[in-house]
């Protein structure tokens, strides 16, 4: 083994930063196992921001999960300057566990169940444990890990405005989400779920003042390397500007879309199908379109053209369908919008 030069050995990390692994336990199984929470820390000696990473909480969102565990990986090499970095890296063992989105027995989606409650559903008991958990830190950031459809590209994704007494949180998200270098992707105040998306993570963060956002890597189910890679190089930029973490190398570096590099993007599922049948894509993750132009076709089981969407809007796509099934109503592709 080489000798250590004496650069290496002052910065060896359990001299300046604490890694602590360890559970906490959610509920007990039928046959009296333990179902538990992974709990990931590390801490500086020197004091400063506190900064969460969650990861899985749609159990077949793999991805996160492994951006936090390779985030900690460099923090062996590369320990933080200071503050605090802490990470629950599977926050649905029970979906994770059947490859699916929800909870098991409950079909609860554990993202629409913050705060949570002490009394509540299956869903609502664990992700008490987790709100309760993150907010007594006071973070200056919670970032949440998720994946998207199959085919679709990164992005980090802004909940709606939260209000007139949240403005200095929101503008606080808004300026971690563009630290990403990612696609900053808005969802909107007029979307008609926005009751629901106050019950995600992040949403229900914002409303209790604590600044959150997600980031979209890529698709579900299977680890996705270069996304993993994307996202703790994320992940990291934002380490570094808040000064807990050294600039490390991009490799490969990220390009984004330049025409909407800059601007305001609305999430939108418009135009979603209006016929049945099975749909040919006519563009793809990443492709910029423009206003009229043809994005998919739906043809019946005869091979007899119901229906074109067309671009409502130029849009960047940011993902298309996992299935090419098409029913009215049912979302084609996703696109980022410029504010007009
Ligand atoms: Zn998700």
């Known amino acids: 083994m080489a000798q250590k030069s004496a650069a290496e050995r002052k910065v060896e990390p359990k001299s300046v930063q604490r890694l602590k692994y360890s559970f906490s336990r959610i509920l007990t199984g039928s046959d009296l196992s333990s179902r538990r ?3 990931m820390e590390a801490k500086s000696i020197h ?12 159990g077949d969102e793999v991805g996160g999960m492994v951006v936090i565990q390779e985030i900690f990986r460099r923090l ?5 300057l200071k503050g605090s970095l802490s990470a629950f890296p ?7 566990e059947t490859a699916s989105r929800h909870i098991g027995v409950s079909k609860e989606d554990l993202n629409r169940s913050f705060p949570g409650n002490l009394a509540g559903s299956v869903a609502e008991r664990i992700a008490h444990k987790i709100f ?8 200056a950031l919670v970032l949440d890990l998720h994946n998207d459809w199959i085919k679709s590209i990164p992005y980090a994704l802004v909940d709606p405005n939260p209000g007139p007494k949240r403005q200095e949180v929101f503008q606080t998200v808004k300026r971690f989400a563009g630290q990403t270098g990612f696609l900053v992707i808005h969802e909107r105040e007029s979307d008609v779920k926005v009751e629901e998306l106050k019950r995600t993570l992040t949403g ?3 409303e209790q003042g604590v600044p959150a956002l997600s980031l979209e890597l890529g698709e579900a189910y299977v680890v996705n390397e ?6 703790v190089n994320a992940a990291w930029k934002i380490l570094v500007e808040l000064g ?3 600039p490390a190398e991009e490799t490969p570096p990220y390009q984004l879309p330049v025409e909407f590099g800059d601007k305001l993007l609305w999430y939108s599922h418009q135009p979603r199908s209006s016929s049945s049948g099975v749909i040919r894509f006519m563009a793809k993750p990443g492709d910029l379109v423009k206003q009229g132009q043809p994005i998919a076709r739906i043809y019946n089981v005869f091979g007899k053209l119901q229906e074109t969407l067309l671009a409502p809007r130029a849009a960047i796509v940011l993902g298309h369908a996992d299935t090419s099934l098409a029913l009215p109503g049912l979302p084609v592709m996703a696109f980022g919008i410029p504010e007009p």
Do not use: D, E, Y
């Not at 062996?76 to 933080?80: D, G, N, Y």
């Open 90 to 96: 599977l926050m649905n063992p029970i979906g994770f």
């Open 47 to 58: 004091p400063g921001p506190m900064v969460w990473l969650t990861g899985c909480v749609h």
């Open 132 to 139: 309760s958990s993150i907010v007594q830190t006071q973070p």
């Open 204 to 206: 229900s963060l914002l």
């Open 244 to 246: 807990m973490a050294a």
């Open 37 to 39: 929470l992974a709990l």
């Open 226 to 231: 270069m996304n993993v890679t994307r996202g």
């Open 76 to 80: 062996r090499k590369r320990p933080l």
